[in-house]
């Protein structure tokens, strides 16, 4: 008797792929079918959308053969997104809407039974997927889900809270109105973009007192790009610096706040009164390797990929599983994580800057001039021996933060404001963007090259520390990098010798006992 088409989009890593739910109403024993590899929560939309329909005043057609196709069909589909797109089309099927009005709309929302629409996960991604492939489509999305995608530039986005609303726009010409929604002449609107909130009230550098040499380490990893490890005794102030760097990061650009909310939107955690601020994740030390990477089934983002654009702290480094330490290896390089399974492949953006803090031993105090250690030297040797050689090599610099006796922590004035420093370290970044058009942890061989602009005398003492140290040659290029970037703070086209020696200090592996 009738067939309809209605557009949505599923999930399939980042990516939201184009879904055509095609309904197809016919005389015969009455049945409703659903087929096109639709999992368990597809599955269980025939009954949520029966009792939504049914419960709105809408005609449910009982007596008709209906099938549900959702192509193409090899796409795996999951999650309650497509109750309104199969709402629709029963709907335009049976005559009650008219499903040529339908075609340039896209539609997701899950559905209760009575007939409100609920959020849904990836309404960032969809925006993002018609922008990017230029399609001119609308979209229509519940409350909540609709403000999420009205954030993309020129996306053509409206709100409807039930399904009544959506009805309403689409009836046919002389038809008789459909019933009333509860939710009255404002269920149905236009959704325009949300202005970016400026930073709200982060903590203040001033705070710390003292640790001077940490604080400039900050500054440089701010202004870089680059991976901090701070270590000290407990009590030393580590996790109070941590907690303060992400005031330090210049302001995102609009595709970064864009890519950030993506992936936060995708794992339903994006809260759009943090729209354009740097996310900042604290994953406990007893996390999973996929919960720090990511995986499962659908493959979902992990700690490392919601703190794209942002920090990932990791306190009690050495506590966390060797398998989950060793997973960040190449992250921390590539700036990509892909997670392969069986049955599918999902690669997900992971450029964060990671900030680590440890104590130097099992009981802390090696080194501490206000305590003696009481660990053996095997002790220390297997606590630093979980960190391997390859993922310290990778963490650009490494600094030691030094606990402070109490007539010093208690006379110390306040120090330099964060607003004083982030100033500089937006002004350093200018510089290298301009220069390179990236920061400077993300230069590779070639760009070194190019761009460190190392002077002769840096150059012959780098390659005798070098040597004399035995570094690999990423942290010869790592030392480089944070050597570029001590010389944009200072406002120098070229690396001098100075600028090399500082960052030498930072490269400095840990103490045994």
Not at 56 to 73: D, Q, S
Not at 276 to 304: C, F, N, Y
Request: hydrophobic share 40%.
């Amino acid at each position: 008797m009738g067939l309809s088409l209605v557009q949505s989009r599923v999930l399939l890593g980042l990516e939201a792929l184009q879904v055509t739910v095609e309904v197809h109403m016919a005389n015969g024993l009455p049945s409703f079918t659903l087929v096109g590899l639709a999992d368990v929560e597809v599955k269980e939309a025939r009954e949520r959308v029966r009792c939504a329909i049914q419960n709105a005043g809408l005609e449910f057609p009982h007596n008709k053969r209906i099938t549900v196709n959702l192509a193409p069909a090899d796409l795996p589909k999951d999650s309650g997104r497509l109750d309104l797109p199969i709402a629709l089309g029963i709907l335009a099927a049976s005559g009650q809407i008219d499903g040529a009005r339908l075609a340039d709309y896209e539609f997701a929302g899950e559905l209760s039974l009575s007939g409100a629409l609920r959020p849904v996960r990836g309404a960032l991604a969809m925006a993002l997927a018609l922008h990017t492939a230029r399609v001119n489509s609308r979209l229509v999305l519940p409350p909540g889900s609709a403000e999420e995608a009205a954030l993309v530039p020129g996306a053509r986005v409206y709100r409807a809270v039930h399904l009544l609303d959506v009805v309403r726009q689409f009836a046919p010409e002389g038809a008789v109105s459909a019933p009333d929604a509860a939710s009255g002449d404002e269920g149905w609107n236009r959704v325009s973009a949300t202005a970016p909130c400026e930073g709200g009230a982060l903590a203040d550098l001033a705070d710390v007192k003292g640790q001077a040499g940490a604080k400039r380490a900050l500054e440089i990893a701010a202004a870089g790009g680059h991976s901090l490890l701070l270590v000290g005794p407990p009590g030393a102030g580590k996790s109070m610096l941590a907690q303060r760097f992400a005031g330090l990061l210049p302001p995102m650009s609009t595709d970064e706040a864009l890519q950030s909310a993506a992936i936060g939107s995708l794992s339903g955690r994006f809260d759009i009164r943090r729209w354009g601020q740097r996310p900042t994740g604290s994953p406990h030390h007893s996390a999973s390797a996929v919960a720090l990477v990511g995986g499962g089934s659908p493959p979902r983002p992990g700690e490392i990929s919601l703190a794209h654009h942002g920090v990932l702290f990791l306190d009690e480094l050495p506590e966390f599983p060797r398998s989950a330490l060793e997973a960040l290896r190449e992250p921390l390089e590539t700036g990509t994580i892909t997670i392969s399974r069986a049955a599918r492949r999902a690669e997900f953006p992971a450029r964060f800057q990671l900030i680590a803090a440890m104590n130097p031993c099992p009981c802390g105090y090696l080194g501490a001039t206000t305590r003696a250690c009481r660990c053996t030297p095997d002790q220390v040797s297997r606590y630093q021996g979980k960190l391997s050689g390859p993922l310290m090599d990778r963490i650009d610099l490494h600094v030691e933060v030094p606990a402070l006796p109490s007539h010093e922590l208690l006379g110390a004035p306040a120090g330099e404001s964060t607003h004083a420093i982030r100033a500089r370290c937006t002004e350093a970044r200018g510089r290298a963007e301009a220069r390179q058009g990236k920061a400077n942890q993300a230069l590779n061989g070639g760009d070194i090259d190019l761009q460190v602009r190392l002077e002769p005398t840096a150059a012959k003492f780098l390659t005798s520390a070098a040597a004399q140290l035995g570094w690999s040659a990423r942290g010869t290029h790592r030392t480089l990098k944070i050597a570029r970037t001590i010389a944009d703070l200072a406002g120098s086209d070229t690396t001098a010798l100075s600028h090399v020696a500082e960052a030498m200090q930072y490269r400095r592996s840990l103490k045994n006992a």
